[in-house]
């Protein structure tokens, strides 16, 4: 019997000169819990971008999103779940297979259930390869030598997934392609919140559009809007958002960017030439002063906005390569 691969779609792996990486670094981090309805608690990064995750109780069990970048997060991670709730740990779920969501699922325990889309499992393949794009994020810090091995979800899905936790369900969604192929977005719909992972983030902050595709990307998150009774949301990266004016803000600039770079190579502008002059966005990359970091975002943002500007630009040569 013929059984048919899982379309998993790569990554690019380039970067533009002068790429900045995020600082995902876990020295200094801190994850606060801040409750965002009875019994659901974003765990907030003291300092940004570092990673966000989630915990999110019933009566009978409770459901931890994402779970760090090296082992010794996602130990830290049970550490502060426990000060938060004696409810036992059934359910780990991975909003993506990039390693800072991923490498920490080791520290937790076999008998606890890690969950995802069938697509992230399936990106989960080459560990040395994951190391070295995350590595870029830590600028120097030993940690990631304690990932040897990556444990992989337990529970797959194709679109979705309910989970009951006693008097409150939780539901997994994949929505299509957004950051990667297999973006997962753990929805709360009693509390109308969600956490997005690197699928959504708050507004004046770019995604980063590793798949290149601003198109699919875009039909993923009017999916997600269509679908969700949604207030807010816990960004992988980021400070708390406001759904609305986030959605909205990232559905312009993907729009935006697929039109303006297509135009551009319409005219015959080349690669560098693009890279070096950005157009000016109409909604511009910031974020409200009272954010606290914020004023360190600048030189970041800008840095992933000129990366899916290549980005971009490699998948419509791509596109122009298959028509031919």
Known sequence: ??????PVIQEISERQPGFLAPNLSPVGLELIPTELGKGVYGLMANRLPKDNNGLIIGTKAA????????????RYLQEVVRKVTDVPVHYLANTTFHGDHTF?????PDDIAIVSSRLNKASMTDLEAEKRYRSESMYGDPGMEEVVSWREPDIVFDRFCEIDLGGRVVHLWHFGIGNGSGDTVVHVPDAKVAWAGNFLRHAGMPPMLLNGDPIGYTRSIRAMKATLELERFVPGHGPLSDAEPSISWM????EEMAAVVDAKRQQGMDLDE???NPHELRNPLTLAPE?????RFPALMQSLHTLNVLLVYRYLESLERRSL
């Open 274 to 276: 693009m890279l070096a």
């Open 251 to 254: 559905l312009s600039y993907l």
């Open 104 to 108: 920490g699922n080791v520290a937790f």
């Open 291 to 295: 954010i606290p970091g914020a004023e």
């Open 63 to 74: 459901l931890v999103v994402d779970a760090g970048i090296t082992p010794g997060v996602g």
């Open 1 to 6: 019997m013929y059984c048919w691969p899982v």
